[in-house]
């Protein structure tokens, strides 16, 4: 029993395949192993065949939402606001995971967290495995910056996007180029430009990421948020914004 719950916490979280390959001739009913560790306690179910090991002292997952939200597919990736907090960066934490992945699962809900599938047809950009966590899928600060630019409502929201931009020190200008260029989205280039200058001076914003930004994304005027929202509009980049975000020198009202 030892070396078979030894086996579990390194897996830490597993569906039945999975733990079938791990024990292979150890264990031959490995349902039936599941449901006496799962009567046991030292097993809980997260959602139909996917499992996480238990903290005997405490009752609680060893597993934490990073984790449990890398491993709802093959592909899946911790995004959007979830990646903001992962990285240190978010103004306050939600009890929603963002996942994006190419392998569609149902959303669900666990222990009070809601698990939202994000739906992705080409390759995840920016996807990485932090240093001394090999058990998540992240996106980078850069990916995710410019993942919660194109879909604010999943950054929280205008203001929440703002409060957690306030945190940024420093952004890799080469990375933001490839990925912008792998995006191809004009309306990413326009909100990322009219985003990025407001923290130019404190994330040593260079002009010309700003003047790339201009020259591929303002070919047409946009709304930054919903059409009630954004009333001002921003002459540089030919869209309107949230008249709060503005400073009277720049704003043109409806």
């Known amino acids: ?73 093959p592909t899946a990736c911790i995004s959007y606001h979830t990646a903001l907090e992962f990285h240190g960066l978010a103004h306050q934490p939600f009890n929603e995971v963002f996942v994006k992945s190419m392998t569609r699962f149902n959303s669900f809900s666990f222990d009070d967290v809601d698990y939202t599938y994000c739906r992705q047809t080409k390759e995840i950009v920016g996807m990485m495995t932090p240093k001394g966590n090999p058990y998540v899928r992240v996106t980078d600060v850069e990916s995710t910056l410019l993942d919660c630019f194109d879909r604010i409502d999943r950054a929280g929201g205008i203001e929440e996007l703002l409060h957690c931009m306030e945190g940024i020190v420093l952004l890799n200008e080469e990375r933001l180029i490839d990925y912008l260029a792998r995006y191809d989205k004009a309306f990413l280039y326009q909100k990322t430009g009219y985003l990025l200058e407001r923290i130019k001076e404190q994330a040593n914003i260079s002009e010309s990421l700003l003047e790339l930004c201009r020259a591929k994304g303002t070919k047409s005027v946009k709304w930054l948020t919903n059409n009630e929202e954004s009333d001002t509009f921003v002459n540089k980049w030919r869209m309107y914004v949230p008249q709060e975000l503005t400073s009277k020198e720049e704003y043109e009202l409806i």
Not at 9 to 20: P, Q
Not at 27 to 50: C, F, H, M, P, S
Request: proline share 1%; aromatic share 8%; net charge positive.
């Open 1 to 73: 029993m030892t070396e078979l719950l030894s086996i579990l916490y390194k897996l830490r979280i597993f569906t039945s395949d999975e733990l079938s390959e791990a024990l292979k001739d150890k264990v031959k009913a490995v349902e039936a192993l599941l449901a006496r560790y799962k009567q046991q306690g030292w097993i809980v179910a997260i959602r139909r065949n996917t499992y996480c090991m238990k903290d005997i002292a405490s009752g609680l997952p060893v597993c934490d939402k990073y984790e449990i939200g890398s491993h709802l597919s």
